[in-house]
């Protein structure tokens, strides 16, 4: 069974690392981790195919590479099937991606499917830095989060 806090303390962990007010949920499902992080001062919008969902600001669609930029981080909890998106997409724009894994999309166990996200994740060459976090809540806990080099001033 999930852990009924898991968006409660994956939104505070997103707002204690991220500085982004402006955020991508993808494949957000109802928009509960949209809601979490609207209370915490972030504006985001969620993409999913739902047709019920919470009042939030919701994108009833698929999220693609070609989705146009209007975010400063991309974030998935457990995201299925989108998790792949959501790092290709970060690193195509030059963004932070925080994701919590849950089930890979092509039938790999749980641990390799999380060291293949990482390569994929450090293969893009768009990430000084790719690691690994544990959030403390039952079930697929774990953390993949990339972070672009700064960008210089102009």
Request: proline share 7%; glycine share 8%.
């Amino acid at each position: 069974m999930a852990d009924k806090r898991r968006f409660d303390l994956f939104a505070d962990f997103i707002v204690s690392r991220f500085v982004a007010p402006r955020v991508f949920d993808v494949a957000g499902g109802q928009g509960r981790l949209n809601e979490a992080l609207t209370r915490r001062g972030r504006a985001v919008t969620t993409f999913d195919l739902r047709h019920k969902h919470l009042p939030v600001t919701y994108a009833q669609r698929i999220f693609t590479l070609e989705e146009p930029c209007d975010a400063e981080l991309v974030v998935g909890m457990h995201p299925d099937g989108a998790t792949r998106i959501i790092i290709e997409y970060a690193a195509r724009h030059g963004l932070p991606f925080a994701v919590v894994p849950c089930c890979s999309d092509n039938g790999m166990p749980y641990n390799p499917w999380m060291r293949h996200l990482a390569e994929l994740a450090r293969g893009t060459g768009g990430f000084t830095t790719v690691e690994e976090v544990t959030l403390t809540m039952d079930g697929r806990a774990r953390v993949l989060v990339g972070e672009p080099a700064p960008v210089a001033p102009r």
